[in-house]
């Protein structure tokens, strides 16, 4: 009762003459014929007061938007046009629920909380970092092993196949991690075979061109085939395993390192690199081992396909933005470029602090949708989130970086002065570019991301004689562009819903 105010009366609803008037003033209904205690089809008693029809009533009139919700609600339980004229003193069951709608404040319960879909396991994104930012640690040991003509564009081609592929199985295998596990799994498995036959003729074909050695191909091939296995094991949430099938190559290769690189350890190097994409493979296979009588649902449609291309095609051209300033050289025409060599560990492990602020930020915009009463006021404070969140991820990375310049100047592993400063400053522009890149992805914008990312790699190609000024440029115009469009973007709120 408590809940119920009556102390002002309430308005007469239409052709009432008053009724809601007295039944306000009194608390007591018009006389009636011995049907008092029936509903007007006779189904049940019903309260003898409005107000005790209020009490009755108190949850479904406290929360009700509309007096048609209290009359449908009365409707159903048997309380007609006749019940509400002959007990209740109103016209008909409408007029009667808007005597109570207007007789009970409107407090409606808040509704309870869905678990927060973007709340994963805390340490996950640190050991992403980790398994995004091992792999560097083979290629120094694999350089000491590799010679002759190729190396180098068979690397770019491995690097540029293997994460457009991976971008593509990974697509297809969270897009039927909806439909089911197995699903997936048949998915994943059925595509890592098809991919690595794309691989092979990959390899061939650049081996035909560039004229690699069979080794340097076969190292080409390893790194695709751990890239399409890893996917697999991350869509499935295997990162244990990945840790595992990382472990031989990467500890072969710091133990070769840290040898020196003795020769007669080469055969032993070798091995332990073989081994990593050998047992991602294994450890792939493994987990995405289905029984037979698994539904045979279509693995692959056209639309899957058109929605997959542009995921490819991010994969593409992201590592392409990466790897030209490698390939280039520090003047745009070859040679070895220490800054961008010394970018390529810390901007992998800044990989893990991405998917952490992605995550926060996702989690933040889900709190804001919940608590903002204004839509203009939920997109600025999105927009500030989002900005927030870029921040953040490059002040982590700026301190990756760093500790990486530290490192490398007490080994003497790169020859480092202040001529890398510019380089690090790109790198550090086109990581922020790309976590803004893959958070409107992931709220499934890809054609924007898409086309700035290729005319950004196209500019810095066709402008390579500038060399690293073409990369500051570049990578400062992709990052005010893709910044622009996820605050126009994001702000809306039918995107975090």
């Known amino acids: 009762m408590s809940a119920i105010d009556i102390s002002s009366p309430p308005p007469a609803a239409p052709g009432d003459e008053g009724g809601g008037q007295v039944l306000a003033d009194t608390g007591q209904a018009p006389a009636t014929d011995g049907a008092s205690a029936q509903g007007g089809d006779g189904r049940g008693p019903w309260p003898p007061t409005v107000l005790a029809l209020c009490e009755k009533y108190a949850d479904i009139c ?8 209290i009359a449908s609600t009365l409707e159903f339980e048997g309380l007609g046009d006749e019940a509400a004229r002959r007990r209740y003193g109103h016209p008909d069951v409408f007029a009667l629920a808007q005597d109570m709608y207007f007789r009970v404040p409107c407090d409606p319960e808040e509704p309870e909380l869905l678990p927060d879909p973007w709340e994963g396991h805390k340490y996950r ?18 350089a000491a092993l590799m010679a002759g003509p190729g190396v180098l564009a068979t690397l770019i081609v491995a690097l540029l196949t293997s994460w457009s592929l991976a971008q593509s199985l990974a697509y297809f295998g969270y897009t039927r991690l909806g439909s ?10 059925i595509g890592l075979a098809v ?56 500890l072969g290769s710091a133990l070769f390192l840290a040898l020196g690189k003795p020769v007669g350890m ?39 396909l058109h929605g997959a291309l542009p995921t490819a095609g991010f994969g593409l051209v992201a590592a392409g933005l990466l790897s030209f300033p490698i390939a280039a050289g520090l003047h745009g025409h070859g040679g070895t470029n220490p800054g961008a060599l010394l970018c390529t560990v810390p901007l992998s492990l800044s990989m893990g602090v991405a998917e952490w602020n992605l995550l926060a930020y996702r989690r933040r915009a889900r709190l804001l949708l919940r608590t903002s009463n204004e839509l203009r006021a939920f997109a600025m404070r999105a ?27 007490a080994t003497g592993a790169l020859p480092l002065t202040w001529a890398v400063v510019p380089q690090v400053v790109a790198y550090l522009t086109l990581g922020s570019a790309m ?43 992709l990052l005010v562009a893709l910044g622009v469009y996820a605050a126009l973007a994001l702000g809306r709120a039918v995107l975090h819903a």
């Open 62 to 69: 406290r929360s009700a938007v509309d007096p048609l919700e």
């Open 125 to 142: 994104p640190a050991l992403h970092a980790l398994l995004y930012g091992l792999p560097a640690v083979c290629f120094p040991a694999a």
């Open 383 to 409: 927009r500030l989130a989002l900005f927030s969140a870029s921040v953040t991820y490059v002040v982590a990375a700026a301190a990756l970086e760093v500790l990486a310049a530290v490192i490398v100047k």
């Open 266 to 304: 080469e055969h032993f190097a070798w091995a332990a690199l073989a081994a990593t994409p050998l047992l991602a493979l294994a450890f792939a296979v493994a987990r995405t081992r289905i029984g037979t009588s698994s539904p045979g649902a279509r693995l692959v449609g056209p639309a899957d």
């Open 435 to 477: 976590f803004i890149a893959l958070t409107i992805q992931a709220f499934g914008l890809r054609a924007f991301a898409l086309a700035s990312c290729a005319m950004t790699l196209a500019f810095e190609i066709a402008m390579r004689d500038l060399g690293v000024l073409t990369q500051l440029v570049a990578c400062g115009e």
């Open 195 to 250: 991919l690595l036959v794309v691989v092979l003729i990959v390899m061939a074909t650049i081996g035909r061109i560039a004229h690699a050695p069979l080794g340097i191909l076969a190292f080409g091939a390893g790194e695709c085939a751990y890239m399409l296995g890893a996917c697999v094991l991350m869509v499935l949430g295997d990162e244990l395993l990945m840790l595992a099938a990382l472990a031989p190559g990467v």
């Open 180 to 189: 089911g596990r197995e699903h997936a799994q048949r998915v994943l498995r």
